[in-house]
């Protein structure tokens, strides 16, 4: 908290002779989170997740849920990995998962953005039990974090391509997720989502109102002696094939993915404005104003 | 002949008593004190001399007589109505300066024989100062016969009148009267250790004439205001203090002086009260020394103080009233050994006399000791 | 890792600097261009500062074992440093509690019957009851106070001291008999500054005005420059030279010196040992808390909240054994904790004065304290060279109140209104007035009997000061009683910028500002 005034009302200024120390990092990825693991927390977010998470999302997107049926035989602690277009992302996917993972979730965050100020981080670690990452860099204390988790029963969340789209294609999967599954054994599910690009794009104040579609794959495990980016070529390579299932049909996804000719998430590898001609929508809409 | 005039007027001496009470000096503008024309006395008899005032001090008897606070003790020896000012310095007819001495004592009065006390050369107890060819009167100044200084005549006898050395000037003669109290007062005990209570004209002319005229072996002072401090370390005060703080000099001036339960165990030989006030006389037993003497100088008035430590410390309290002739002769040498003159610090003209009174009344927190009504210049004889 | 002391760059992003101002604090701007010295921040503390008495007890410095040097059947004396250490006073348990009941323990097991304690006030005023449980705890208390055990030094009983001859170089040597008399003499202090300990413990803390005005001197103050640094301090030498002499006459002397770290405060009042900049909103509320608080709290209540503080000061070291090997030892330990190095003199030094000095614990700190504590202590808690060069002048922020314990400093009024009246010249006032206020019978009794400093005591406070007023060109103090400070000789000012207008007179245009963010403590090594 900032009170404004003159000193000692109000912050010190720093003598310009005397050098900053590093700040203390209290927030960002070292940000304690235990505490939203905690029951409190946990009724808190259960109760926000089903009464008000779910109730907003189904009004505003109701969402399409297509593949639960693949996880029945699943049970203990799963990663979802899914690709990412938009804030809406992770309500919609916390709202889509099935009722035995969806109160015992967290969702790695990037640090950088949800963790950066101490209300923002305290908010996104309780409303959506949020574990602060480092995007792009695999350093210890979330790794070892995460594989405790898994130990103890909770799933996590990834989105692998550390960001929101920016243009509306995919970019390329990064290796946590594989790294995490390698490590741990966990299971990973891959999980496409369709339409929350065109409700609430990236840079977008104001939702428009579209079909959205929540796809579930087959749970995918690391085989015997399967590296980190080998099996996150093949979890991408999964996400990618439930996108085609989506544009097409799942006999012509699967006929694609077994001649390796499925679509690139990542659009085609050609200039700025070849790939959004080419991405289907075309340009974005203009927002209309639907809510309330 | 311009002159102030004291009158008995009841209802006039009732307002100055309140209004001196309310503020020193404001008797002035209400008491039965003023400016007026009267005819200049006549000379009683032979051997009398007509006096023009130069220069006639305010005392602090006649701010109190002023703001209606003196003795009823007075009132028979004082005849109305009668002129103020006994500090003259004066001029003769034939140009002489004069002091003059103010007691009318029984050579004044022509009273034959004179008293025992005038026979014995203490003159200032004489015994007549109501009989006699004179209205009774204490001193010129408040004998209705003789008029007073605060005019611009006055009559005195040739036995009050003491010439001015020349060279000497009217500032320093004017001090003379006060300073023979002093000497007075000082020739008094033959204590070693003194305290002086109050540093008005009459405490200032006692340091003096200790440091003069006796070899004090420690002489403390109690002072209010700066300017009297300052003061009464050049006229030979050891160590001033406040009054407040004359207990704890005393303690430290005084070799074996202890405290027990706030009061001090002994104390010094001699005090000189100045002030003659409640406090000022419980304050000098305070510090008076067993078997010590207080004097006192300031005219007391009706007090309340417990004399329980006069009692049980067989202290002496005594009055030191005016002067003798031998005194009044001696004050000549003091005033120009301690260059008294700087304790006159404004000169007045009769017609501003309620500023001079004021000013005299709040003298010390003016930074004044002794203000005087300057005569040199008037004119006015009718 | 605490970090070292630090001389700042006033800079015009540089926050206010934090002024004490006896039982407050003034928030000062400070011209561009100035400096202000931080002390080190507090240095870790012992883990175990009982074991670690233990083992300088068992293995001292240039000495035997302790326990080797107790025998049953001998008479044994131990004396300690009296109120006017630490300051504040430390939480208890006090560093003399620990360090005696450690002796008191090994004496027991020794089987020594003849066991005395002795609070070494020279003429400082006695204890009272509550402070020495302060200081020893109630197991020592209660132990030995009951059989009169428990003594206070009494320089002015002619039967309790002893004359030990002279030194070299004339100097009278008279202690406390029971202590000079004893088998050994066990001497506990706190180092609390650097001046602290040494040959000073018994030669002063134990010694009478006859021996004691042998350096208690305005020559040997105006020679000791400064008298923090013992090496080119005549007060040190004169008292080396006595603790010699003693140790010639055989009083075996076993000296336990303790060091603290600069933890002063505690926590509410953590913003007085932090940089102004580094302030948390935490230290920002609660110095407003404070200082808003104090300004509607009458003087008095506002005086006995401060006393009431107690110190959380660490123990940072121990030694014992031969009064030099140990006292080198602890010197050591105390520049370690203290030391910060500055360049360059100053023109004009400014020093806020805290609520408290050695003399007036538990009580006011009057005009004389008030220039004890600036032109004495904090003046001279320099190494090398003073901070302000000669000529220059010293500011001081401090309400100075014309007021006086009478109960603690008898003498300190009539001091204030009959001496300084006169004069402030230390030569003058040593010659004309010491004599007759250390002798006078009545300080003596209320010294002896009451809880008074002695007599001749605020004449030591103004020598304290006398190689101050020998340097500096002028003296102004921010926000005192004008009166007061006209009697101390020195120029009233009531705000910061009057003050540093009124020293260019003397000082010049343009000049030099140094301010000594003292308390905590420090002590400036300043070269030129």
Excluded at chain 2, 81 to 107: I, K, N, S, Y
Excluded at chain 3, 334 to 344: A, D, I, T
Excluded at chain 3, 458 to 466: I, L, T
Aim: charged content about 20%.
């Amino acid at each position: 908290m900032r009170v404004r005034g003159a000193f000692p009302y109000g912050a010190p200024t720093w003598p310009g002779s005397v050098p900053r120390p590093p700040v203390e990092r209290r927030t960002g990825v070292d940000f304690e989170t235990d505490w939203a693991r905690r029951y409190p927390a946990r009724l808190a977010r259960a109760v926000f997740v089903d009464q008000v998470l779910r109730p907003v999302v189904r009004a505003l997107v109701p969402p399409h849920v297509h593949g639960v049926d693949r996880l029945e035989a699943l049970d203990g602690p799963v990663i979802f990995v899914a690709n990412h277009h938009s804030h809406l992302d992770t309500p919609l996917l916390l709202s889509a998962l099935p009722d035995r993972w969806r109160h015992k979730a967290v969702v790695a965050a990037a640090a950088d953005y949800f963790f950066d100020t101490r209300l923002k981080a305290t908010l996104s670690a309780l409303v959506l039990g949020a574990l602060p990452v480092e995007r792009g860099r695999a350093s210890r204390r979330p790794l070892d974090q995460s594989r405790a988790l898994l130990d103890d029963g909770w799933s996590i969340v990834i989105f692998p391509e550390g960001g929101r789209s920016p243009d509306g294609w995919g970019q390329p999967f990064r290796g946590g997720a594989a790294f995490l599954s390698v490590h741990t054994g966990a299971p990973v599910v891959p999980v496409h989502l369709d339409g929350t690009g065109r409700v609430l794009p990236k840079g977008a104040t104001r939702p428009t109102r579209d079909a959205v579609h929540v796809t579930f794959g087959s749970p995918l495990r690391p085989e015997e002696g399967e590296r980190t980016n080998p099996f996150a070529e093949r979890i991408e390579q999964a996400v990618s094939v439930l996108a085609d299932e989506r544009a097409t049909d799942w006999w012509t996804a699967r006929r694609r993915a077994a001649t390796r000719t499925t679509p690139s998430l990542a659009g085609p590898d050609a200039g700025a404005w070849r790939r959004s001609w080419a991405l289907e929508r075309g340009v974005r809409k203009r927002p209309v104003r639907t809510w309330p | 002949m311009k002159a102030l005039v004291f009158e008995r007027s009841l209802p006039r001496f009732a307002a100055a008593r309140v209004a001196g009470t309310l503020a020193p000096g404001g008797g002035a503008r209400v008491g039965p004190l003023r400016l007026t024309d009267v005819d200049p006395p006549e000379l009683p008899g032979p051997g009398w001399k007509r006096v023009r005032p130069r220069l006639a001090g305010i005392c602090g008897s006649d701010l109190a007589t002023v703001d209606g606070q003196s003795s009823r003790y007075f009132e028979p020896i004082v005849s109305f109505p009668f002129v103020p000012g006994h500090e003259v310095v004066g001029e003769l007819d034939d140009g002489t300066r004069v002091v003059v001495q103010p007691t009318l004592t029984c050579a004044a009065r022509g009273v034959e024989p004179v008293c025992a006390q005038c026979a014995s050369g203490n003159t200032n107890r004489c015994e007549r100062t109501a009989f006699g060819h004179l209205e009774p009167g204490l001193q010129t100044g408040y004998c209705a016969d003789t008029g007073g200084g605060w005019s611009l005549s006055l009559v005195a006898h040739e036995s009050q009148l003491y010439a001015v050395p020349d060279g000497m000037s009217d500032e320093t003669a004017v001090m003379v009267e006060p300073a023979a109290c002093g000497v007075h007062a000082a020739l008094l005990t033959a204590a070693s250790e003194f305290a002086v209570i109050g540093a008005g004209t009459l405490g200032l002319c006692t340091i003096a004439a200790l440091r003069t005229l006796t070899t004090p072996h420690v002489l403390i002072a109690a002072a209010k205001h700066p300017a009297q401090k300052q003061l009464a370390r050049e006229l030979g005060a050891d160590i001033v203090v406040e009054p407040d703080g004359l207990a704890r000099a005393v303690r430290r001036a005084v070799p074996g002086t202890m405290v027990a339960g706030g009061q001090l165990t002994s104390g010094v030989d001699a005090v000189f009260d100045c002030v003659g006030s409640e406090s000022s006389l419980a304050q000098a037993l305070e510090v008076v020394a067993p078997g010590g003497t207080i004097v006192l100088l300031g005219m007391p008035g009706r007090v309340s103080v417990d004399l329980t430590s006069l009692w049980h410390r067989e202290v002496s309290v005594r009055g030191a009233y005016t002067y003798t002739n031998d005194d009044f002769a001696k004050a000549f040498d003091l005033v120009q050994d301690a260059r008294l003159e700087r304790l006159v610090s404004g000169l007045y003209l009769l017609d501003r006399w309620k500023e001079a009174i004021e000013h005299a009344a709040d003298a010390g927190r003016r930074g004044a000791v002794k203000i005087a009504f300057d005569l040199r210049n008037e004119r006015g004889l009718s | 890792m605490p970090r070292p002391g630090f001389v700042l760059d006033v800079d015009r992003s540089t926050p206010p600097t934090l002024f004490w101002h006896g039982e407050g604090f003034r928030l000062e701007r400070l011209p561009t261009g100035s400096r202000v010295i931080y002390p080190p921040e507090p240095l870790d503390a012992l883990n175990d500062p009982d074991e670690a008495i233990r083992r300088a007890l068992l293995e001292p410095l240039d000495s035997e074992p302790l326990p080797a040097l107790l025998k049953p059947g001998m008479k044994l004396t131990i004396a300690f440093d009296d109120v006017s250490l630490p300051l504040p006073p430390m939480r208890q348990p006090d560093n003399r509690q620990r360090v005696i009941e450690a002796v008191l323990d090994m004496a027991a097991a020794a089987g020594v019957d003849d066991v005395q304690l002795i609070a070494a006030l020279a003429l400082h005023r006695r204890m009272t009851e509550s402070e020495l449980r302060h200081a020893l705890g109630d197991r020592i208390y209660d132990a030995f106070e009951p059989h009169g055990l428990l003594t206070q030094h009494d320089a002015e009983d002619p039967a309790g001291m002893l004359h030990l001859g002279t030194t070299d170089e004339g100097e009278d040597v008279e202690i406390n008999k029971r202590a000079a008399e004893s088998d050994l003499l066990v001497y506990v202090n706190i180092n609390l500054v650097a001046m602290d300990g040494g040959h000073k413990s018994v030669a002063t803390g134990l010694a009478s005005y006859k021996s004691l005005r042998h350096h208690h001197n305005v020559r040997t103050m105006q020679h000791s420059r400064s008298f923090m640094d013992q090496h080119r301090s005549e007060l040190h030498s004169s008292n080396w030279r006595m603790g010699r002499h003693l140790k010639a006459a055989g009083v075996k002397i076993f000296q336990i010196e303790t060091t603290l770290n600069t933890n002063t405060f505690p926590d509410q009042f953590a913003f007085l040992q932090k940089r102004e900049w580094e302030w948390k909103a935490r230290d920002r509320a609660s110095f407003l808390a404070v200082s808003k608080s104090l300004g509607r709290t009458p003087p008095r209540l506002a005086r006995r909240i401060f006393h009431s503080i107690n110190a959380p000061h660490e123990m940072t070291s121990v030694q014992a054994g031969e009064v030099e090997a140990v006292h080198a030892r602890t010197t050591e330990n105390v520049y370690r904790q203290q030391l910060v190095e500055v360049s360059g003199q100053t023109d004009i030094l400014t020093m806020g004065l805290p609520y408290i000095c050695p003399y007036n614990v538990n009580s006011v700190m009057n005009p004389i304290l008030v220039m004890c504590t600036g032109l004495g202590y904090f003046f001279n808690l320099y190494r090398n060279n003073p901070l302000v060069r000669p000529g220059g002048v010293l500011i001081l922020s401090h309400p100075t109140p014309w007021e006086f314990d009478p109960v603690f400093h008898p003498s300190y009024i009539d001091f204030f209104e009959q001496v300084l009246a006169e004069t402030t010249d230390p030569l003058e006032i040593e010659a004309k007035y010491e004599e007759s206020f250390a002798t006078d019978p009545w300080y003596i009794h209320l010294y002896r009997t009451g809880h008074a400093y002695h007599g001749v005591h605020p004449f030591y406070m103004w020598y304290w000061g006398a190689h101050a007023l020998d340097h500096l060109g002028g003296v102004i103090i921010v926000g005192g009683d004008p009166a007061a400070v006209r009697r101390l000789g020195f120029k009233p000012a009531s705000t910061m910028r009057d003050a540093l207008e009124m020293a260019t007179d003397v000082v010049g245009r343009d000049p030099s500002i140094t301010h000594l963010h003292c308390p905590p403590l420090l002590m400036a090594d300043v070269s030129v």
